[in-house]
């Protein structure tokens, strides 16, 4: 009797997993095609998530879903077709000074700096001329 009880007790521990719950190295992908060309696939792993659509006139519909540090997760929505590839609809961006993991801004050093504005300069002048000759 023993035995038995042993025995339900390890299966019922290895079926009581969440089955919605996935593994470091698990994943979930399904995908629908017509012999028309257009499709339907979504990709869910542990971290993330992508749905993206293919219609009949070529243009994709999508959006995917990733780990944002500050807000848990991040999803962005976005189309492709004729008029290139567009952003729909994302989160506001977080103000860089209350995200703790941003990295600061990059300050030019004076060599740089220098070399930026010399070449301003430079810049004005061919601009000038340019003008000039064409006037």
């Known amino acids: 009797m023993n035995k038995f009880l042993v025995f339900a007790v390890l299966l019922g521990t290895a079926f009581a997993r969440p089955q919605d719950l996935l593994g470091d190295n698990e994943g979930r992908v399904s995908v629908v095609q017509n012999s028309l060309g257009p499709y339907k696939y979504t990709v869910q792993t542990r971290d ?13 519909i999508g ?16 189309t492709a077709g004729l008029d290139g590839f567009k952003i729909l609809e994302e989160p506001a961006p977080v103000v860089r000074s209350l995200n703790p993991l941003s990295p600061l801004p990059v300050e030019d050093t004076p060599e740089v700096k220098a070399a930026r504005e010399e070449f301003l300069a430079a810049y004005k002048i061919a601009e000038a001329r340019v003008l000039a000759s064409v006037a």
């Open 48 to 60: 993330g998530l992508i749905n993206e659509e293919r219609l009949a006139d070529g243009t994709i």
């Open 63 to 78: 959006d995917y879903t990733l780990p944002d540090p500050v807000s848990g997760t991040r999803t962005i929505k976005y």
